[in-house]
């Protein structure tokens, strides 16, 4: 695995119910009228405290991109649904370490599609991806005060290995404890089929 391998990820992967998309400044709209319903739901995200409009929102989406083309540090997909083509979220794998590998994975769901199982979904099919292109462990560093995104996070067959104390600010600068959660490309998988999830953000 190497920086090309993000650069050169597909531009759609699909899902059971779903299609991921490669973030791409045409995804603007979509994502600015998903943080617009979703803010209630950001707290313990970083930018969700910025202050949004659709210019923000497309140049959000243009410097991600730019991130996935020149950086190739890691990759950001938005979900939709296959039928509707309804915007649920977006999944990102980043803070890759080429010499195990191993990254961490990112979520956040849109506050209207909550329940539905479609951001689980779409976070298991890039973590699948991400195994077949030969990631050994994922990981989510998580706000122990962020019980939703735990909760996903074991979900996806992600264990808890230990508590981080004061290791990083959280979205308002103040030192907090997180969880380490991992998942081996070697553990079991969990199925997608009939599955929920709540709004989670990490």
Known sequence: MTPDTFR??????PGRRLRLEKIHP????????SVQRSMADLDFIAWGHHHWNAVAA?????????????EGEGVMYLAFEHDTGTYVGCVD????????PRCQIGFVGCSRQRGRGLVREAALTLMDWAYSRGMARIEVWCDVRNVHALA???????????????????????????????????????TIADS???VATV
């Open 58 to 70: 497309l140049e959000h989406c243009e410097r991600q991109r730019d991130w996935v083309d020149t």
């Open 152 to 190: 996903f996070a074991e979900s996806l067959g992600l264990q808890r290995e230990g508590l981080m104390r004061k290791v990083e600010r959280d979205s308002r600068g103040q030192l907090c404890d997180q969880y380490l959660l991992a998942r081996l490309s070697s553990d079991s998988v969990p």
């Open 93 to 100: 794998l980043h803070s890759v370490d080429f010499g195990v």
């Open 26 to 33: 045409r995804h603007a709209p979509a994502f600015h009228a």
């Open 8 to 13: 050169r990820s597909p531009e759609t992967i």
């Open 196 to 198: 929920r999830d709540s």
